[in-house]
């Protein structure tokens, strides 16, 4: 039974201290611990020994039992050691890798100056009014006191759907189409797309945006109108510019003017951007004409009004000095990522 023993113990402690994972090692207890394992089937045995036998062969097997639970312990212990060795070397992370780079978005120059644009006239209480880019004959002209045949359709030929159906021309439909639905005072800027049957080159697009703005209430005056663009250009331009009115017509306004800003890359001395001049044009503007008023349902014996249009690109090109309004609509990144 001695030999049994020893056996079972040299056989169990090699076959522990083999090449084995934490499945084969249960099985080895198993094999040699369990109720059905070799030792305990010695064990069991041990009743057809002498009784002085008895406790020296017990004493031995308890020997070997503690024996091959110590190297199964200690067995596991390694196994697990290596397992957790072993994961770290998978899961290594080198942190000192440079990251991917997330590519995020920003808006486009022309939007960003329209953001700011809404933001000046917001901060002086307008609010934003929208229309339709494809429009009627009526709100695009009519209404805007440009009757069929009237010169004022010629430079601004746009687009047409039907007879009476057009692309908008200008985001001045927006004025009749706010004073039909809106009774004064009024207060709305309406950016927006707007479309002229123009060839493409340098300055003109058959494509643009402008920005309209209309302030209706009684009392209106074109000092009115000048003290709030001259707010509006110092706030977009700088403290230092200045503005100009020059005589001009437009059918909807009377009087009406196209306005300049003092240049601010010279500061009115003359340089390349202002082409010598000192100013540059940036909008058109004038006092709402009473006919104008009428036709929308506002009385212009009480009320009066004033409105001025100025075209997003030519605001963005002027700022960004960009030279190109083609730039705009061709989105070549190497373009659109300069803003
Ligand atoms: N709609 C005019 C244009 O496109 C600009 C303008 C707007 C002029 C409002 C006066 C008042 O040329």
Redesign the pocket.
Same mark, same amino acid.
């Given at each position: 039974m001695k030999e049994t023993l020893n056996r079972i113990k040299a056989e169990a402690l090699e076959q522990i201290s083999s090449d084995i994972d934490d499945a084969s090692l249960e099985a080895l207890r198993v094999k040699y611990l369990g109720k059905k394992g070799e030792l305990t089937a010695v064990l069991r045995g041990m009743g057809q020994l002498s009784p002085e036998e008895r406790p020296i062969v017990g004493q031995i097997a308890n020997e070997v039992r503690a024996e091959i639970e110590a190297a199964i312990t200690a067995k596991k212990q390694e196994l697990s050691v290596k397992a957790l060795e072993n994961k770290l070397i998978a899961e290594k992370l080198d942190v000192t890798v440079p990251g991917t780079k997330k590519k995020v978005g920003h808006r486009h120059p022309l939007t960003l100056v329209q953001r700011d644009l809404e933001d000046i006239f917001m901060g002086m209480g307008f609010s934003i009014a929208e229309g339709p880019e494809v429009e009627y004959d009526y709100y695009n002209f009519k209404a805007l006191n440009i009757p069929e045949n009237h010169p004022a359709r010629d430079t601004?030929d746009t687009f047409y759907i039907t007879e009476n159906i057009l692309l908008r $021309? @200008?985001?001045?439909p927006v @004025?009749a189409r706010t004073m039909e639905v809106q009774k004064p005072p009024i207060r709305i800027i309406s950016p927006g797309r707007?479309y002229r049957s123009d060839a493409m080159d340098a300055t003109h697009s058959p494509l643009f945006h402008?920005m309209? %703005? #209309?302030v209706v209430d009684e009392g209106i005056t074109m000092g009115d109108l000048k003290g709030m663009l001259e707010t509006f250009a110092k706030a977009e331009f700088g403290e230092d510019t200045r503005i100009r009115f020059r005589p001009h017509h437009?059918p &909807?306004?009377e009087p $009406?003017a196209e306005v300049d800003i003092s240049c601010f890359a010279c500061g009115g001395k003359g340089c390349r951007l202002c082409k010598g001049e000192g100013w540059i044009e940036i #909008? !058109?503007? %004038?006092m709402v004409h009473p006919n104008v008023l009428s036709m929308c349902g506002i009385d212009p014996e009480k009320y009066s009004g &004033?409105?001025? !249009? #100025? %075209?997003l690109e030519r605001v963005t090109m002027l700022k960004y000095h960009i030279d190109d309004i083609r730039m705009f609509y061709e989105n070549d990144i190497r373009f659109i990522e300069q803003f």
């Open positions: 601004q $021309s @200008q985001t001045s @004025q707007v402008q309209e %703005g #209309l437009f &909807f306004t $009406s #909008l !058109g503007a %004038g &004033f409105a001025f !249009g #100025l %075209g």
